[in-house]
Structures are given as C-alpha cells and as structure tokens.
C-alpha cells in the first residue's frame, strides 16, 4: 500500500526513518525547496530530502502544492496514507481527502493542548511538567482533527526546547508505526478531541527579550523554552546577553538587578524569587559558566541591572 511522506526539517527525520525500517511502500517524499542558510549563503537540503536520498525515494520540492498538476501526480498513487510530520505548509482539502485511510499528522503536543506551530516550545514556556505526542486524522482546521493515538513523556528540569525535540521527535516515530498499524487492523479508531484548546504560535526573534518583572520561576521556565532559538536575551549597558541555562532560587531582590556577582555566582532579582543565572553568553563570544562570566569582568552587585 503506497504511503506518501510530507514533512521537512529534523523533526520529521525519525518518523520517515521508521517507515523505511518497517519496509513501508513509499511512493514519494514531499519536502520544503533547498534554502540559503548560513553566513556563506549556500543552499541547504532539508534533513528529510537528505534522508530520503539516501534511500533512492522519490522526492518532491514544490514552491505550490495548491496547483492541479501536483495534485494530479499525488492522485496517480492511490496512497493508503499520507504522512504529514512538520511540513510547514497548510495541505489544502483536495489533498487531505485523497488517501482512503486519511491523512495522518504526528504532532508534537497533548492536543488539544498547544495546536499549531510551536508546541514544543510553548510547553516549556509554560511550564508544563508532563507533554508527548499526538497522531491525528487532518482536517482543515489548525490541529482540529480526531485523535488516534497519543503517547506521554516527562519533561525533565533541566529539559531545553531543544532537548525535548529530541525526545518528541524519537517518541513521534514510534507512535507513527503503531498508529499505522493500529488503524489498518481496526484496532485504533478516531476521537474528537476533548478539553479546552491552547495555542502555540510561531516564535519570532524578538519574543526571546528577557522581562525581568516575572518571578524567577516563569524565567527559568522562558530560559529553558528559548534554547536554543530565539535564546533567551537581555542587556547590560550596551552588550547583548544571552541567557543559555537558570534556575529559580529562594530570594529577593530588584527585577533585574545584580544582586550578587561573586565567588562565582550570579543572582539576578525577579518580581519573586532570584534567577540563578548558571551560563551565559555575552555578545560575540563563546557560551561559557557564570563563573567564567563573572571572573572576567567588576560587577558591582546591588548597583548594575540586567535590562
């Protein structure tokens, strides 16, 4: 039975990885355009064309899926499945109602819970102790569709967004096979969903400023969900800083102030509680400890402020 794979960046990888070990038919692997990235400005792959030519799979990079001859080319497969894991671009209905056992999403949140682009992130950012995955029927709503299966995983404390896209995306393929599986013996059926919806809206470079009138704890959670993009940013003086890695600390002190900078820690007040800042990364260096930060530089404790 022919399976078609949508999906882009290294998120989707392990799920496609999945359906070639489990010797799935698949008949083509749809993927973003190749786009300049970096300072040299070269065109990059995306990880999931990189994988699908590893294993001579059909590939396909359309600018417009919304147009009828690439419709027409995804019709002649009579897929079973489409496959869609982070493509990045919303499927338009006739392709949603073209494989006869439906289109099939791997999401990376409890749905309802965190519909749409950032869920990983929002979860974090939100301080939520337990997240997963969630595999769903499309429809033409954002997330809206029924339920198949879901799977959970702790967030640890010390989990950034990155570390739990790993977890999620390794989690994402598993529960893929068995949602494929589960629905061709007709053992995992569709279920609206239930509870109220949250939302995870893309994340854009200037959400990462650091607002130093939250308690120490919101900030530790908005540090972890930062890393590694946008990263979590502040001032002192005129230098950038990023802060990489902090944890809430029983205190008081001024909303961004330094409350202390010596024998290799660094406090910083909050509304509630002290942020200790564990590494950091000033402007146009390398991440280092705060104890590395601090013995490189006079901080006057209680005077100088993080904006």
């Not at 894991?85 to 392709?95: H, N, S």
């Not at 061709?184 to 939302?199: A, C, F, I, N």
């Amino acid at each position: 039975m022919a399976i078609v794979f949508f999906g882009t960046p290294d998120f989707a990888v392990p799920s496609l990885q999945a359906l070639i070990e489990a010797d799935e038919q698949i008949e083509l692997v749809v993927t973003q355009p190749d786009r300049v990235k970096g300072r040299g400005h070269q065109l990059s792959a995306p990880p999931v064309k990189e994988l699908a030519l590893k294993h001579s799979l059909r590939i396909e990079q359309p600018e417009n899926i919304r147009n009828s001859e690439f419709y027409g080319r995804l019709a002649a497969l009579s897929p079973e499945f489409i496959i869609v894991v982070a493509y990045g671009k919303i499927l338009p209905k006739d392709i949603l109602d073209l494989p006869f056992r439906g289109c099939v999403n791997v999401h990376a949140s409890l749905l309802p819970k965190f519909r749409g682009a950032a869920p990983i992130q929002w979860a974090l950012l939100k301080g939520e102790r337990i997240t997963g995955v969630t595999t769903m029927l499309m429809d033409e709503g954002l997330d809206t569709g029924d339920i198949l299966l879901k799977s959970t995983v702790d967030i640890g404390e010390d989990d950034t967004s990155a570390a739990l896209f790993v977890k999620l995306a390794g989690l994402g393929a598993k529960t893929l096979l068995e949602t494929i599986r589960g629905v061709r013996k007709g053992d995992v059926l569709p279920t609206p969903q239930e509870g109220e919806p949250s939302y995870a809206p893309p994340l854009k470079k200037k959400d990462g400023r650091i607002d130093w009138n939250r308690s120490a704890e919101e900030l530790s959670f908005f540090v972890r969900g930062m890393n590694p993009w946008p990263s979590a940013v502040c001032m002192l003086g005129q230098e950038r800083i990023k802060i990489i890695r902090a944890i809430a600390v029983i205190g008081s002190g001024v909303p961004g102030r330094i409350e202390k900078a010596s024998g290799g820690v660094l406090l910083v007040g909050t509304s509630e509680g002290l942020l200790k800042v564990e590494e950091i990364q000033p402007e146009g260096k390398k991440v280092m400890p705060a104890a590395a930060f601090l013995a490189g530089r006079k901080l006057r404790e209680r005077d100088e402020k993080f904006s």
